[in-house]
């Protein structure tokens, strides 16, 4: 069974900093691409950042880019991403998944319960 559990999530201040950790299991972790994703209220999930499968890409969203950093551990099965210079507008939910060409752009269609990032002065 595929499973993803977020972690790491939290209130952070305008400018501030937070890492996210994400545990999968199910699947071979290392033959996979891995992305965050988010979902603000009111708004579709987006990708945010994706890391290759050997981690010698990255691949950002405009709006993080620079700000965000995305890695992996490949021997634990685990997929951070470190941000940095956080906005208000990066309040969200934040998910760990393949990614994949399903409707809801994941490979296998299904989703963890991911982390909630409010960032507030």
């Known amino acids: 069974q595929v499973r993803f559990v977020e972690s790491g999530g939290g209130l952070a201040q305008p400018g501030g900093s937070l890492r996210l950790s994400c545990v999968v299991s199910?699947?071979?972790?290392?033959?996979?691409?891995m992305s965050w994703f988010r979902q603000a209220p009111g708004k579709e999930r987006e990708k945010v950042a994706t890391?290759?499968?050997?981690?010698?890409?990255?691949h950002y969203r405009d709006t993080v880019q620079g700000r965000f950093t995305i890695s992996r551990d490949n021997a634990n099965n685990l997929v951070y991403l470190l941000m940095n210079g956080l906005k208000v507008e990066d309040t969200a939910v934040y998910y760990c998944?393949?990614?994949?060409?399903?409707?809801?752009?994941?490979?296998?269609?299904?989703w963890g319960h991911g982390t909630q990032v409010s960032v507030s002065s």
């Open positions: 890391i290759s499968s050997s981690a010698d890409k990255t």
């Open positions: 998944n393949v990614p994949g060409q399903r409707a809801d752009g994941s490979h296998f269609g299904s």
């Open positions: 199910g699947f071979t972790f290392s033959d996979y691409h």
